[in-house]
């Protein structure tokens, strides 16, 4: 325990402690943060030291100290104005801190004392307590009164604060700046509310020095308070009366002018009142028409002004101020109603007595009414006058169908100026435009309406769509429909009729129209009695116009007639040994039905027998299948039965084979020459029979009964006629003949080539005749205006000429003959082939003029 006390009391004796008072630091507000003021190792003995601020004042929360260090530097910004706000300095003078600051070592405690002078720096702004400062100064005040001027203020030190005032401007030199430390005006002269009401100047002060200095400024505004020196005077001239013109289209309640007085005074004083004078109320009119308002002196339009009842009101205005002893004023007014273009143009019409006119725009003209016709007058006016009053009328949206002519100002015409037509067009409308030459211009459209009155003008017509080409079938019911009749006329209320008319009296009584408009068939028709008809319908309105239709009735032709034989039994005779396919006879029944062919067929119970010996072609045409031999079969019995499809007719044939003689030997018969001698020649038939000769080209010829022929003379050719007969039968081979040649090939061959030449001739003929023919056509084509019609197709043929030199071309078929006989006589003279020949015959004038 003694030892411990001991400790303590050395521990005591060596630890100093003493308060320590560190030199002043002079430091800038401007400072920036960071900055260091001090170094306290500087300024204390070396040693383990450790410091903290024994300051508890929010001073210590500018300052940042280094505890170990003893370094103290900035830690806010310091400013002096604001240290000086927060009493945290004394700012009469200048701004000094103190910090106080332990010190704590081994064997050291110290108490340090920091004074800080913070010095100012020109960081603010002077400034005024208010941008505009009003003074009120009674218009008498007196010559040399001072008047207080505001104090700039600036929390900088001297010289950084207010250095002296000044105005920017001074135009004025009723007015001197006493520019001390308090600023103040002197009034120099006298003022005069009523020339210059107040003043307006730019105060400013500066404060620092050099290239420091810096200002601010206010403005002031001096205002003269008014004293009751001056009476109202208009704006006008009060001596002259004022003159406004006024349209008389004004609107109700609208200003016509402000009679304006002024009166420099203020308040009261040139607060002025305005009425009418005494005698311009004794015009009861003014007061009803206009109104006077007595705080500005605007003049306001009551009632609507007319010019034509009055042009011009006298109004005579006063005007007087509320101060005392105020004098009253006057000024006149004259308003001159100015005439305006109030009233809108007016039109009136009226028509012919011929023409109606309803409700004066409707017209009604005829459709044939001719051009240049009057069909409307028009009369304008205006009660406005001069250029307001003139009017003007004009034709719009005709479409030409009408003309505008003036009869003078205010009066004009109406006339047609084209043709009209109802069932093109049946109504047209046009307009009418009138207007005045007033400002601004009023106009008037009238649109009329024409409508054009029907006369009968139009024949009927018939839908063209409609077929009046009518395919019924034969036997039609008696009075049976064919057709509803309708036909059309574009006039109004017109009635149509109908009629027919026939070029054959007898069909008369066949059709008629009745009262309907139908047309019916009175009868039945009957295709095998007549086909077709032809008959014209005509349609005919009220007043007789007429169109004719032509009716065309076709017939079908039904299967309405039975198939007949003219006879029921019929007899056919054929010589044996003809060849097969021999044609016996065409079998043919009548039927009055045209389109309905018939068909022939053998009976099916005499078909198998039949069938075997005969053919029958459904046209009716009947061949041999066999050659007959009378020896074998000498008579066929069978039926033959027509059918139209629908009815049918029978008819028996019989056909009887008899024996006929057939010369075998064929004609033209060549013999070839041997000798000169006697020519014999053997003629040979199918059967034993006796031979003749009849009718020889020479007598030179002789024929044996056996067939035995003598020739006496060598003449090439001979013809003649070979009769031949037996015990039952006989028949004649005409026209036989007979060639005598050293070659018969040759004499073939010189035939064929004869031929081949005329036919050859032949076609240069016709080409001549047509190159002839067509010259011919060009100089008639140019002597007339007439075009000859030509054809050439399988025949030719030249149509008929207006020249009476020319006839027809013909071409005559002669028909190829049935008999091989016949034929075998023609081939070597005949042009044509086998089976037509072909002539050309021209008539004497047509060779005459070819020549």
């Known amino acids: 325990m003694s030892r411990l006390w001991l400790w303590f009391i050395v521990n005591i004796t060596i630890i100093q402690a003493r ?59 310091l400013d002096r104005e604001n240290l ?33 002078i913070i010095f100012d720096e020109n960081d603010n702004y002077c400034y005024f307590s208010n941008e505009i400062f009003h003074l009120n100064i009674s218009e008498n005040i007196r010559i040399n009164t001072r008047i207080i001027l505001p104090l700039a203020y600036d929390p900088d030190l001297t010289p950084n604060n207010i250095q002296s005032y000044y105005f920017q401007t001074n135009n004025y030199t009723e007015f001197y700046l006493d520019n001390h430390l308090t600023p103040s005006i002197i009034i120099m002269k006298e003022l005069d509310r009523e020339l210059i009401d107040k003043y307006d100047f730019n105060f400013c002060a500066y404060e620092g020095i050099n290239e420091h200095k810096r200002s601010c400024c206010t403005k002031i505004i001096i205002k003269i308070t008014d004293i009751n020196d001056n009476s109202a005077k208009f704006q006008y001239n009060q001596r002259l009366p004022f003159i406004i013109n006024v349209s008389e289209l004004t609107a109700i309640n609208t200003e016509l002018i402000q009679m304006k007085a002024f009166d420099p005074d203020e308040g009261l004083n040139g607060q002025i009142e305005y009425s009418f004078s005494k005698w311009t109320l004794l015009d009861k009119t003014i007061q009803h028409i206009f109104y006077l308002d007595s705080n500005n ?17 006298e109004l005579q205005i006063q005007a007087k101020d509320l101060g005392p002893n105020a004098i009253p004023t006057y000024a006149t007014v004259i308003i001159q109603v100015i005439d305006e273009n109030d009233c809108i143009p007016e039109i009136y019409t009226f028509s012919p007595p011929d023409i109606p006119l309803i409700n004066n725009t409707i017209i009604n003209i005829f459709e044939n009414i001719s051009l240049n016709t009057p069909i409307l007058y028009l009369t304008v006016s205006d009660c406005d006058t001069g250029e307001n009053g003139r009017v003007t009328i004009e034709l719009i ?94 006039d109004e209320n017109d ?91 065409h079998i043919q029944a009548e039927d009055k039905d045209k389109n309905y062919p018939i068909m022939y067929y053998i009976h099916p119970f005499d078909l198998n027998y039949i069938q075997n010996f005969l053919e029958l072609n459904p046209n009716g045409s009947l061949y041999t299948k066999i050659k007959f031999n009378s020896k074998q079969i000498t008579k066929l019995h069978f039926r033959i ?49 006796s031979f003749s000769i009849r009718n020889p080209s020479s007598t030179d010829l002789k024929l044996f009964s056996n067939g035995t022929l003598i020739v006496k003379s060598l003449i090439r050719k001979y013809s003649f006629d070979i009769y031949l007969e037996d015990n039952s039968s006989s028949s004649i081979f005409t026209n036989f003949k007979l060639s005598i040649q050293p070659d018969c090939r040759n004499h073939i061959f010189n035939e064929q080539m ?34 000859p019609s030509s054809s050439l197709n399988d025949t030719l043929f030249f149509s008929s000429s207006p020249s009476p030199q020319f006839t027809a071309m013909t071409i005559i078929s002669s028909p190829s003959s049935s008999s091989s006989t016949h034929q075998q006589t023609n081939q070597s003279s005949s042009l044509s082939s086998s089976t037509s020949s072909t002539y050309i015959k021209m008539s004497r004038s047509f060779d005459d003029d070819m020549i």
């Open 754 to 787: 004869i031929i081949v030449c005329l036919i050859f001739l032949i076609i240069i003929i016709i080409l001549i005749i047509i190159y002839l023919c067509l010259q011919q056509k060009q100089v008639l084509n140019k002597q007339i205006n007439i075009t």
């Open 297 to 313: 002196g605007s003049i306001i339009l009551l009632k609507q002004l007319d010019y034509e009842k009055r042009n011009n009101y």
């Open 495 to 585: 009635q149509i009729t109908f009629d027919l008319k026939f070029s054959n009296q007898h069909d008369e009584n066949l059709f008629y129209i009745n009262k309907q408009n139908q047309l019916i068939i009175k009868k039945s028709l009957d295709y095998e009695h007549q086909s077709f008809y032809y008959f014209t319908l005509i349609a005919q309105d009220l007043i007789g116009h007429q169109t004719l239709i032509p009716i065309y009735i076709y017939l079908n032709d039904l299967n309405d007639n039975p198939v007949k034989f003219l006879k029921n039994f019929t007899q056919l005779k054929i010589q044996d040994n003809q060849p097969s396919g021999t044609f016996l006879t």
């Open 84 to 116: 000086c706000h927060l009493n945290l300095c004394s700012c009469s003078n200048e701004c000094l801190i103190k910090l106080e600051i332990n010190a704590i070592s081994d064997i050291y405690t110290h108490l340090l004392s920091l004074p800080i």
């Open 641 to 689: 039965i027509a059918n139209d499809s629908l009815y049918i007719d029978m008819i028996t044939i019989e056909i009887l084979i008899s024996y006929k003689p057939i010369l075998k030997t064929s004609s033209p018969y060549c013999f070839v020459i041997q000798n000169h001698d006697y020519i014999r020649i053997q003629l040979e038939s199918y059967n034993d029979v």
């Open 397 to 490: 949206s005709s479409n030409s169908i009408v003309e505008l002519q003036n009869i003078d100002n205010n009066t004009s015409i109406l006339l047609t100026n084209t043709l009209f037509n109802r069932e093109e067009k049946s109504s047209h409308t046009f307009s009418i435009i009138i207007y005045d030459h007033g400002k601004p211009l009023h106009s008037l459209i009238n649109t009329f309406d024409l409508h054009l009155m029907d006369i009968n003008d139009c024949f009927p017509y018939f839908n063209s769509s409609i077929n009046y080409t009518f395919i019924i079938n034969e036997n039609n019911k008696e009075n049976s429909l064919l057709h509803t009749i309708q036909a059309y006329d574009l």
């Open 19 to 77: 308060y320590i008072r560190l030199p002043t630091v002079n430091c800038s507000e401007s400072s920036p943060i960071g900055t260091s003021i001090t170094q306290l190792l500087d300024v204390l003995p070396l040693s383990n030291w450790e410091f903290t601020f024994l300051t508890q004042t929010s001073l210590k929360t500018y300052f940042l100290l280094d505890n170990l260090k003893g370094t103290i530097t900035i830690k806010r910004l």
